[in-house]
């Protein structure tokens, strides 16, 4: 059987995501502006020549150290351009390597069925998915955090005399600390450490480690930030300060993602759908009463999670010690927590298990409303396609959107589209064509039914469904006639925004139009140029075009969209305001 060998396992779970992840990279376009914000980051180094502190957006510094874009960068040259596909493959490779780093690290030292259901478990998770098809920075630091866990287990394992893998987990620890600052150190040095503590190890000598293992880690983190400095100046130490030691002692000069501490456990319950509704199912199926409540059984319980197994204690510190930790600063967001998604997967992987010997009912369920998913898709569709869903029946101020929503969705039919939504279809099928052998002995593979189902959903929702409402919201289109009504023989297009240009951080731009645009919008506050075109909101128009006015700017509207209410002007300024 293939899951007695390791090797062969590795191998096709490598595949396995390779072919579910990968060819559906570029079908969304931008629709948010995170993407475009860290793409344009990398587009301006392949511009510009410029591999330590680009500038972009109008002169805007990154928020983040480069790794992220040099990678981004270093996959766009290779097809000459920078594009939504070329932006998010480093994400998903990152995605990839986490998953089959934990199916190596739990399969040498629990099994190979543990090993391959842990790392399903956590590619299937809707938080680490979503992050590997998004060009952001956090997949690629929680991949390289994940590792350094790993790396420095592995070290301690071995008794501290594997050098080797203390090397990785210093040189993982680099990537993460040049992916998003010193976080990525921190943290794997925090939860190793809190390992060593539970395991006897003095605590001075476990604390001294640790801080010469980081800094060491921060080596490569300093080199840049003396040449990015060099650069920037103390624009970028006030920058750098904000992102880094305000963020995490909640002193920022902006509120940023500020959410109470219980936020987490809500972001985790969610991003750990589907599986999460497996778990609500499984309660009604465990056997209360047998649950001992007595003194001595707590203290019992207490003394066997102080002496468990070691792989165990590891995985059990590292979800605890990341969670804490992000819960201290005031900022948070569902991404944060990613690194102890892996670990998290591997106790649920465990309770499937479980479930596959003493509650099959309620791994039946969860399949059987898996697999009622998977048909109703399809009918849903041709119901759409048919005009089940007419356009009079939306009203208010999203109507316009949902109507091009439901346009874009009955017009799917391409032959690749048929054949995911073909394949998904049969997956949801298999399942009642083999619910019997799920009554009789065929357990052991109910767990890999049921997460055949959900990859099946992903194929549909990734390849299909997902990217054809997305591209609904994006601006890709609206940015092609923005360059035709301003065009850049003409003059210089720049942008003003309330948001972007009067905020204490963190400022918002036209981070979408300004990549399709390939970076040529300027900053229309700070330059008070005396001719171009501006690109500004209808509501930002109505409420600063008295004062720009007042200052000698005359403006002639080219160019208005209701998408997102974007305005083109041409504009020019009095000789004698000039003057």
Known sequence: MILKSRKKTFWLLLALCCLTLLPFLGLSQYHTKGEPRESIVA????????????RNNGGEMAYKPPFFHWCVAAVSAI????????SRWPSALALIAMTVGGFLFYARRKGVLAGLLTAMVAWTTFELHRAGGNCRVDMVLTAATVGAFYSLYIWTERGKRCNIWLGVAIALMAIGTLTKGPVGTLIPCLVTGCYLLLRGKPFFRSFFLMVLIGLASLIPYAIWFYAAWQKGGQEFLDLMYEENIGRMTSTMGYESCVQ???????????GFVPWTLLMVISLFFLRWRRLRLSPKSWRDT???????????????????VTFV???IPQSKRSVYLMPIYPFISYFIAKFIRWMGYHATGALR???????VLCLLLPVCLVALKMGAVPDSIFHGRHAADNVAMIHALAG??????????????????????????HHIGGNKHLAFSIIAITIGLYLSLDGVYTPTVLNTKSVRDVSAEIDLAAPASEGTLYEFME???????????????NFYLHNRIENFLKQKPVEGFLLISKTDAENYFGQFKKEGYHFNLRYETPKREMQVYAFDKDKQVQE
């Not at 109470?260 to 969610?270: E, K, L």
């Not at 799917?412 to 052998?437: D, V």
Request: glycine content about 8%; overall charge negative.
């Open 325 to 327: 930790f992000y819960c």
């Open 260 to 270: 109470p501490w219980y936020y987490n456990f809500f972001t985790v319950f969610a």
């Open 302 to 320: 207490a003394v066997g999670w102080m002496r468990p197994d070691p792989v165990e204690m590891f995985t059990f510190t590292a979800i605890i």
């Open 412 to 437: 799917i039919g391409t032959w690749w589209q048929w054949l995911l939504i073909a394949a998904t279809t049969l997956i949801g099928l298999s399942w009642w064509w083999t619910y019997k052998e």
């Open 43 to 54: 587009y301006s180094m392949l511009a510009t020549d410029n591999w330590t502190l680009p």
């Open 365 to 371: 369920i969860y399949g059987s409303i898996l697999s």
């Open 79 to 86: 097809k000459g351009e920078v594009t939504e596909g070329t």
């Open 499 to 513: 948001a972007g240009m009067l905020a204490k951080g963190d400022p918002l731009h036209f981070f979408e139009v």
